[in-house]
Nanobody, 123 residues
């Protein structure tokens, strides 16, 4: 069992930055791939980024590549998402999740989820 708690969301103007945190407790966090997903109103949940166990390998959706950075600190059981140059279309609830099995880009492949944190980008 892993419990995930996201924080760091809020309201920001376009072009601004936010840093999301995902704090984990329970089973050893360092054994998991971790991903950030987001879901905007009326849209399906989509992957934003993921990171492997050590942090040596990352993946980004095309829509955030070059603007967002995922990282992790296993000593602190925390994964981060640094979001720069935010756009109104980044507005969504952001979730972190730990991978179970299956394709890394599919939300159904992730076992444990946080409650989400709201990010709102005003134009």
């Amino acid at each position: 069992q892993v419990e995930l708690v996201e924080s760091g969301g809020g309201l920001v103007q376009a072009g601004g930055s936010l840093r999301l945190s995902c704090a984990a407790s329970g089973r050893p966090f360092s054994s998991y791939f971790v991903a950030w997903f987001r879901q905007a109103p009326g849209k399906e949940r989509e992957i934003v980024a993921n990171i492997n166990w050590s942090g040596s390998s990352t993946y980004y959706a095309d829509s955030v590549k070059g603007r967002f950075t995922i990282s992790r600190d296993n000593a602190k059981n925390t994964v981060y998402l640094q979001m720069n140059s935010l756009k109104p279309e980044d507005t969504a609830v952001y979730y972190c999740a730990t991978h179970g099995s299956g394709p890394l880009s599919n939300s159904s492949s992730y076992d444990y989820w946080g409650q989400g944190t709201q990010v709102t980008v005003s134009s």
